[in-house]
């Protein structure tokens, strides 16, 4: 007889090793699912659509009013606007297709339920120009035209984030400030991805990388965000309350992320924390919201 045997470890060790392996495999699959879930949500630009959502919803805090709809709307017509355009590359009748249906039935139904035809306009010719923008005719592409996309993207998203202001047909000082505002934030964080595939686009593009090289491009990212923040602060009157400073944190995490993109070439840096940065004000001011309250 063993001494394993003698003293009865022989089936606690056997035991444990099994207890052990079975939390190995638990571990691993949990870890494949999980990041097939990461990759599931990003590739399918839910990730970004929910980001303009949150920013849409935050600078809706800004204003004196709420519009669920104009939420809803601006995470449907992203989601649809982006798969678009991977699907129009792609060629391929995949997933993307059911998304894209969802998400065009959400927002015909969102849009006959805004209440201002001046929002309803604007959203068309926005969305005409997001198709157009997408789907070539006669071989040319509004998207191949050299530096068009990334400003195209900046004003797009610039004039969905204040649509509230639209709807509620408050024409003013504050809503100048707040559109630009809105533009440089996204531009600014909008080169990082330019920067990402710097090595990989077509010179033809003439990206703002390509055009002025990466130290530069990085310096102008962080300058615009400074801007952005400067828009921001005009626009919220000079108040320097929690709905400032979950922007101005923003604005600092935003530069450091920036900063640190020429030591990474991955896509899901900026596929997720880069554009999770749209997310990040509403975020930190509900949790710092509900730590104060």
């Not at 309803?120 to 120009?129: A, K, P, R």
């Not at 789907?135 to 797009?156: D, E, M, N, Q, T």
């Not at 709807?167 to 909008?190: C, D, K, M, Q, R």
Request: net charge positive; charged share 10%.
């Amino acid at each position: 007889m063993s001494y394993w045997q003698k003293h009865g470890l022989n089936g606690i060790v056997g035991n444990c090793l099994q207890l052990l392996i079975f939390k190995l495999t638990c571990l691993i699959i949990l870890r494949q699912f999980s990041s097939h879930i990461y990759r599931t949500f990003i590739t399918s630009q839910a990730w970004v659509a929910f980001c303009v959502a949150l920013l849409v919803w935050y600078f809706q805090l800004g204003s004196a009013w709420y519009s669920a709809t104009l939420i809803w709307m601006s995470f449907f017509s992203t989601l649809f606007a982006y798969n678009l355009a991977y699907w129009i590359e792609e060629k391929l009748f995949n997933w993307r297709m059911l998304v894209m249906i969802i998400s065009v039935i959400f927002c015909i139904y969102l849009f006959f339920n805004l209440e201002h035809l001046d929002t309803q306009v604007l959203l068309i010719v926005m969305g005409l120009i997001s198709i157009f923008y997408s789907i070539p005719y006669r071989s040319f592409k509004l998207r191949k035209i050299p530096g068009f996309k990334i400003f195209w993207i900046a004003l797009v998203w610039a004039v969905t984030v204040c649509l509230i202001y639209v709807e509620n047909h408050t024409y003013n000082t504050a809503l100048l400030w707040y559109v630009l505002s809105a533009f440089t934030f996204i531009l600014g964080i909008t080169i990082p991805f330019d920067l990402r595939d710097y090595y990989t686009d077509h010179q033809s593009l003439r990206t703002i990388p390509q055009r002025i090289g990466i130290e530069k491009s990085i310096q102008l990212s962080i300058i615009l965000l400074l801007v952005s923040l400067i828009c921001f602060s005009l626009a919220n009157q000079m108040q320097f309350n929690l709905y400032f400073y979950a922007f101005a944190l923003t604005i600092f995490i935003g530069m450091i992320l920036c900063y640190l993109q020429k030591f990474t070439a991955s896509k899901w840096y900026t596929a997720f924390w880069i554009e999770g940065l749209s997310a990040m004000p509403f975020i930190i001011f509900k949790i710092v919201s509900a730590l104060i309250s």
